[in-house]
């Protein structure tokens, strides 16, 4: 990814703390404040493109996952917010906002009368598509300033770092 020509935010974190504390060894709040970094800088850039559709990051995860499940774009609810990473009652909350939209609906489960389905409506997979492809567009701006090879080398290691914290558990 090259060498870094100026220093970054984070540089100035890490020589504020060997100043303060020297017996301190800070070395991995340099790649966990960057990726940090990164995170906030990179959520600010992909909530423009989700606001241009009327969409939160939030509604624009929970639509895209309906859509990535392949027709007829329907899942259960408990296999949505596993795969988002919130509480049930939290995707209870997400999915009325979203039906009241339009662009969810909630269907009778064909196999088990005590539950539902969440499908995308016409309206909600018209507008996930239009969305998607903005998005990765998005990405591809973004990441334009990596070369090909450094951009793999980057995703390798972000790659590892994710198992690490993973097997780790939560």
């Known amino acids: 990814m090259g060498t870094q020509l100026e220093p970054d935010a984070v540089d100035a974190i890490l020589a504020q703390w060997h100043r303060e504390r020297p017996d301190l060894d800070v070395t991995p709040m340099g790649p966990i404040g960057r990726i940090n970094r990164c995170s906030a800088l ?3 850039r992909l909530d423009q493109t989700f606001s241009t559709f009327g969409l939160t990051h939030w509604e624009f995860d929970v639509l895209a996952t309906l859509r990535r499940s392949g027709a007829p774009f329907r899942l259960a609810p408990t296999t949505l917010f ?7 009652g939290t995707m209870t909350h997400r999915l009325k906002g979203l039906e009241a939209r339009g662009l969810v609906q909630r269907l009778a489960h064909p196999d088990d009368a005590r539950s539902l389905l969440v499908q995308l409506t016409p309206d909600g997979l018209a507008l996930i598509d239009r969305a998607v492809a903005a998005h990765v567009a998005n990405e591809h701006r973004i ?6 090879s450094e951009l793999s080398a980057l995703d390798a290691r972000l790659s590892k770092l994710l198992a690490l914290l993973e097997s780790a558990g939560e």
């Open 42 to 44: 990179l959520q600010r």
């Open 143 to 148: 990441l334009a300033g990596l070369k090909g």
């Open 82 to 88: 596993s795969a988002l990473m919130v509480s049930s």
